[in-house]
């Protein structure tokens, strides 16, 4: 045993000493407790590992249901607006077939029915028109195609409108090809 005071030698020992064991002491009892300790320790591993993988496999199994759900909603989304363009093509298919019995009054009250009946499909879709002549440039919603001199409008308002630009939402699908004025003209 070691003393601290400095009049006694000390010896190197220490008071948790390593107590020598015999080969009947390993093998009777200490080897037996590590078998059975290692032999629980894979168990449990096991266990973890086979929670693990059906934890995978049950958010894999939801994401892939989930992907399932998204197409599925798409799909019918799609459909339900080819359904509102047929509606429209069958319209137009039959002034075609009846276009011989109709007066020019009424074939341009079949293209304005036509017109009217596209737009609304386009309108129940989130769709809306940009809104040009008269309004500032803005590079967002519109693409100038021309600047053209103007006394009825300053200079960067849109003086006219060459093809419908549209939003869905707030974000643009196709901008508005406009000209836009340079200010009065010389």
């Keep these: 045993?070691?003393?601290?005071?400095?009049?006694?030698?000390?010896?190197?020992?220490?008071?948790?000493?390593?107590?020598?064991?015999?080969?009947?002491?390993a093998s009777a009892g200490g080897s037996g407790d590590l078998r059975a300790a290692l032999a629980a320790a894979r168990a449990e591993?096991?266990?973890?590992?086979?929670?693990?993988?059906?934890?995978?496999?049950?958010r894999e199994n939801f994401r892939k249901r989930?992907?399932?759900?998204?197409?599925?909603?798409?799909?019918?989304?799609?459909r339900d607006v080819l359904?509102?363009?047929?509606?429209?093509?069958?319209?137009?298919?039959?002034a075609v077939a009846h276009q011989e019995t109709m007066d020019r009054?009424?074939?341009?009250?079949?293209?304005?029915?036509?017109?009217?009946?596209?737009?609304e499909t386009l309108k129940n879709e989130g769709?809306?028109?940009?809104?040009t002549v008269g309004e500032p440039f803005d590079p967002y919603v519109h693409e100038a195609?021309?600047?053209v001199a103007s006394d009825a409008y300053g200079e960067g308002t849109v003086v006219e409108e060459v093809r419908?630009?549209?939003?869905?939402?707030?974000?643009?699908?196709?901008?508005?090809r406009v000209k836009v004025s340079s200010g009065a003209g010389a």
């Design 1 to 25: 045993m070691t003393t601290h005071n400095g009049d006694a030698e000390d010896t190197g020992a220490t008071e948790f000493e390593e107590q020598p064991t015999t080969n009947a002491d």
């Design 45 to 58: 591993a096991e266990q973890y590992k086979d929670k693990y993988l059906r934890e995978y496999a049950e």
């Design 66 to 78: 989930q992907e399932r759900v998204v197409q599925d909603r798409e799909r019918r989304a799609k």
């Design 83 to 94: 359904l509102a363009v047929l509606d429209a093509l069958d319209n137009v298919d039959r």
């Design 105 to 119: 009054e009424g074939f341009q009250q079949v293209v304005r029915m036509l017109h009217w009946q596209l737009n």
């Design 127 to 131: 769709l809306s028109v940009v809104p």
């Design 145 to 147: 195609i021309e600047q």
């Design 164 to 176: 419908k630009g549209y939003k869905q939402g707030d974000d643009t699908l196709r901008p508005a």
